[in-house]
């Protein structure tokens, strides 16, 4: 499986963007690039999920550079209610292996 | 509609004893998966069915650990001599059946043991 590699924490006062970038070096062809977010006592959530290139939901934005060894997710405008742990997964199968993740605080 | 569900949310064992933890995925959905995460860190695989095939056992940490989903809908995590270091939160997901499909997940069983 490719190593992910992110920050441990980040802060960011409510209302910038946050761009939390994750490195993974040994990434293989078949292998997509996943998001998952977990609030404290909950189960994680999907965020996004990429290939190549760009990649646009109603949450994120997820960018992917040409040799795809490492990724960007975007986080516009956060809000306190983003202050959660992210995870970059690099997904191959079925298993998931998430890593440490990066523990984002939002402040006012 | 209803997601990923799990019983007990907590439950408090003394060292050596058995405990079974309870999922129930999303209806309809093939895969189901169980996950550990230890206080800090991230969920770590432990095992996986399509249907009632465990396909993959590869993360289950000893021979203590059990699982099965007899009719391919709910599944149970069996621990059994539960120890210490089992402490950690049990999580399930579910997804529709692809490898790439987005995993669904519930809020956790949290299992401490004395």
């Known amino acids: 499986l490719a190593k992910t590699t992110q920050p441990i924490s980040m802060d960011s006062y409510e209302g910038q963007e946050v761009n939390i970038t994750c490195s993974h070096n040994n990434i293989a062809t078949n292998d997509y690039i996943t998001w998952y977010q977990q609030f404290p006592s909950q189960g994680p959530r999907f965020i996004i999920q990429?290939?190549?290139t760009k990649v646009t939901n109603e949450v994120a934005s997820l960018f992917i550079p040409a040799d795809r060894k490492s990724s960007t997710l975007s986080l516009p405008r956060v809000s306190l209610s983003d202050t959660a742990v992210y995870y970059c997964?690099?997904?191959?199968?079925?298993?998931?292996?998430f890593g440490k993740g990066t523990s984002l605080l939002v402040t006012p | 509609g209803a997601g990923v569900s799990q019983s007990p949310r907590y439950k408090v064992a003394k060292r050596g004893q058995d405990v079974a933890l309870r999922c129930d995925p999303i209806s309809g959905h093939v895969s189901l998966f169980w996950y550990q995460q230890a206080l800090g860190q991230g969920p770590e695989f432990l095992t996986y069915?399509?249907?009632?095939?465990?396909?993959?056992k590869s993360g289950l940490p000893s021979d203590r650990f059990f699982a099965e989903r007899p009719e391919g809908s709910v599944s149970t995590l069996k621990i059994q001599r539960t120890q210490q270091e089992d402490s950690a939160v049990y999580l399930c997901?579910?997804?529709?059946?692809?490898?790439?499909?987005?995993?669904?997940f519930g809020p956790g069983t949290r299992l401490t043991v004395l």
């Open positions: 990429g290939y190549k």
């Open positions: 997901a579910s997804s529709v059946s692809g490898e790439r499909d987005e995993q669904f």
């Open positions: 997964l690099v997904a191959r199968g079925k298993a998931l292996n």
């Open positions: 069915f399509q249907n009632e095939a465990q396909l993959d």
